[in-house]
């Protein structure tokens, strides 16, 4: 495993190892917003000190889907000002480009073009902030390879069947064949892994000459049973995996008994969530590669923004909750504990001129046992002047607490369902995981029938992640078309609409609809990029959202993407109902969710048992 760097350099490979850089994270904050950008900067002058042979991005090299033009504008220039020179690269690039380039307009890798002076490669996968949507299944990876700046490989086109082509390179006699697999949703990557749907191609000649290293973006954590990557799923002829989209930082390579590879974490460059794993020191990992063997060196970085954390019981604390004064004396309590954690932030200063001053600070208060509570906005007023986020240093919560009421029921209330979510998990807490845990533990009043948690989760994923405004109206949209033709086509009478929707709804959650789901927001996110054109343009249509669901509906496409021309009349179906008057279900050009479900209740007359319910 491990060479000795300073012996035959020529054939030794050194490869700095960064990920989820996240540029861009917090840019509108006056006193957070260049975090990103400065911390990118030094881990591409740890690349040039250390004279690598080319740097290794594992994902999310941008925070938002479609980053800002300052945000680009930042990441571009440090690129150039560091990546570009005379320096000759004494890595040979082996394999075929167009297999490993081939969704780029430029199937090559960028220090072997005539036309550029690289010095420093940078090679990168994306990740799950940063992958490809809209018109060309293109993201900001792309923007960055088109510029000649970055090598972007691990994009695969196919969500049926990947395979997996490495990326063969040799310096002197060292042979590196390295994989890459951008960001997937876990749950679809995990099914492809099941059912052998993922290939790692292998050279065809003296394989066991070659290191193998592998970095993908995925989840490492289990979240459930389906939703990570497990460990066991690789291949076992990896000899190291290189881990992105984890945050902590678990850079020191770990081995797997089980597969006989080890795997590297290394965790952001920043911050992103005031959670207890970002709170760890952060790294990058310099790698060297003699032959079949490695050594990995763990560089600190000394520009990341200080951050501490630590929990506190008030039951544990000498404080009463019977004092009148209690609310202002824990409010005392908690002040002297920041006070403690800013004179430790002062004494742990890297001595980088470049690190912020003002550290982030969180400090989550258990309050069980009946105390009282202060002012989080009063308090941060106080460390205004010292705090990066002044905010939300202060997080509250108590013990979960269930209702004996409804002990051994499925009914929870809406209290009960915020206080599932601890605290400790909030920071990390995934907003799909959030939305089906809430619908499954509502009571029957509160449940989703016709649309379905899964769907529902995604979407509000979608909005939050990606800000795509439209994705839970599209859903919804889609699920209800649907919902229409089934009962169209099965001819449902009035009194059976209840129990068919119900029937309907099961069907569907029984079935793997993912793909369904996908090709949904797929729709949005070209949807999104066409009206950004349109505004561009001047062309935007005002009425086209109001057209489109009767046009799409009509022409039983299953479409529900935007027209730009008038809605055609719809058509009506009726069922055979046995001597009973059948449910005409029509299709509606809707404008709100409650609006689409009194315009199904109200059809010919017939009045509907609510299937959804808003709370």
């Known amino acids: 495993m491990a060479p000795d760097p300073a012996d035959?350099?020529?054939?030794?490979?050194?490869?700095?190892?960064?990920?989820?850089?996240?540029?861009?994270?917090q840019e509108k904050d006056p006193i957070r917003g260049n975090d990103s950008l400065v911390t990118f900067e030094e881990i591409l002058v740890l690349a040039q000190k250390n004279d690598v042979d080319f740097v290794l991005l594992g994902g999310d090299l941008f925070h938002d889907n479609k980053p800002s033009r300052k945000t680009m504008h930042g990441?571009?220039?440090?690129?150039?000002?560091?990546?570009?020179?005379?320096?000759?690269?004494?890595?040979?690039?082996?394999?075929?480009?167009?297999?490993?380039?081939?969704?780029?307009?430029?199937?090559?890798?960028?220090?072997?073009?005539?036309n550029l002076n690289i010095a420093y490669p940078v090679f990168s996968i994306h990740g799950n902030h940063d992958d490809p949507a809209g018109q060309g299944n293109l993201c900001s990876l792309d923007l960055l390879n088109a510029a000649g700046l970055v090598n972007y490989f691990g994009k695969h086109e196919s969500l049926e069947?990947?395979?997996?082509?490495?990326?063969?390179?040799?310096?002197?006699?060292?042979?590196?064949?390295l994989y890459g697999l951008g960001a997937l949703r876990d749950e679809r990557l995990h099914r492809l892994f099941v059912h052998k749907k993922v290939a790692m191609l292998r050279p065809k000649e003296s394989q066991e000459d070659w290191f193998n290293l592998f970095v993908l973006h995925q989840n490492r954590t289990k979240h459930s049973t389906t939703n990570y990557i497990p460990e066991q799923f690789l291949d076992d002829f990896i000899d190291l995996v290189f881990w992105g989209h984890?945050?902590?930082?678990?850079?020191?390579?770990?081995?797997?008994?089980?597969?006989?590879?080890?795997?590297?974490q290394p965790g952001s460059s920043v911050a992103t969530s005031l959670s207890e794993g970002e709170s760890r020191a952060k790294h990058v990992g310099l790698l060297y590669v003699k032959q079949r063997n490695f050594k990995l060196h763990k560089l600190p970085l000394t520009t990341v923004r200080p951050f501490y954390m630590e929990d506190i019981v008030l039951c544990d604390t000498s404080?009463?909750?019977?004092?009148?004064?209690?609310?202002?004396?824990?409010?005392?309590?908690?002040?002297?504990?920041?006070?403690?954690?800013?004179?430790?932030?002062?004494?742990?200063?890297?001595?980088?001129?470049?690190q912020p001053e003002k550290p982030l600070?969180?400090?989550?208060?258990?309050?069980?046992?009946g105390f009282e509570l202060f002012s989080i906005q009063r308090f941060g007023q106080k460390f205004v002047d010292r705090v990066a986020n002044p905010k939300d240093m202060?997080?509250?919560?108590?013990?979960?607490?269930?209702?004996?009421?409804?002990?051994?029921?499925?009914?929870?209330?809406?209290?009960?369902?915020?206080?599932?979510?601890?605290?400790?998990?909030?920071?990390?807490?995934?907003?799909?995981?959030?939305?089906?845990?809430?619908?499954?533990?509502?009571?029957?009043?509160?449940?989703?029938?016709l649309l379905s948690e899964k769907g529902m989760g995604e979407a509000v994923k979608e909005f939050v992640d990606k800000e795509e405004k439209d994705a839970i109206w599209e859903l919804f949209k889609h699920q209800l078309q649907k919902t229409q033709e089934h009962l169209k086509m099965r001819g449902t009478v009035e009194e059976q609409i209840d129990d068919e929707v119900l029937h309907f709804a099961a069907e569907r959650r029984a079935r793997n609809e993912q793909q369904d789901i996908e090709a949904v927001l797929r729709r949005v996110r070209q949807n999104h990029h066409d009206d950004d054109n349109d505004n561009d343009n001047g062309a935007a249509s005002s009425d086209s959202?109001?057209?489109?669901?009767?046009?799409?509906?009509?022409?039983?496409?299953?479409?529900?993407?935007?027209?730009?021309?008038?809605?055609g009349s719809s058509s009506r179906a009726r069922g055979r109902g046995r001597g009973r008057k059948a449910a005409v279900v029509e299709p509606v050009a809707v404008t709100t969710i409650q609006q689409a479900f009194n315009t199904l209740r109200s059809q010919r007359g017939s009045r509907v048992k609510s299937s959804i319910s808003y709370g």
């Open 8 to 25: 035959d350099e020529q054939d030794t490979m050194k490869i700095l190892l960064a990920t989820d850089c996240h540029l861009g994270y």
């Open 75 to 114: 990441c571009l220039s440090l690129l150039r000002k560091y990546c570009l020179g005379d320096k000759p690269c004494q890595v040979e690039f082996l394999s075929d480009p167009s297999l490993n380039f081939g969704h780029t307009h430029f199937p090559t890798v960028n220090y072997e073009d005539p």
């Open 545 to 567: 959202d109001t057209s489109s669901v009767a046009s799409a509906v009509e022409r039983g496409t299953g479409r529900v993407a935007r027209s730009r021309g008038r809605g």
């Open 319 to 354: 404080l009463n909750p019977g004092d009148p004064d209690i609310a202002k004396n824990i409010e005392i309590y908690c002040a002297q504990k920041v006070t403690e954690l800013l004179e430790q932030a002062e004494r742990d200063r890297s001595g980088n001129s470049k």
């Open 161 to 177: 069947k990947i395979e997996v082509s490495p990326l063969l390179l040799q310096k002197g006699e060292t042979k590196l064949a």
């Open 361 to 369: 600070i969180r400090l989550r208060v258990d309050y069980s046992g």
């Open 394 to 449: 202060i997080l509250f919560h108590r013990r979960r607490q269930l209702n004996p009421d409804h002990k051994g029921s499925d009914h929870v209330g809406d209290t009960e369902c915020i206080l599932d979510l601890r605290p400790e998990g909030l920071d990390t807490a995934r907003v799909e995981d959030m939305v089906k845990e809430y619908f499954t533990k509502a009571d029957q009043t509160k449940r989703l029938n």
């Open 246 to 264: 984890e945050h902590e930082c678990k850079i020191t390579p770990v081995w797997n008994g089980i597969q006989n590879f080890y795997v590297t």
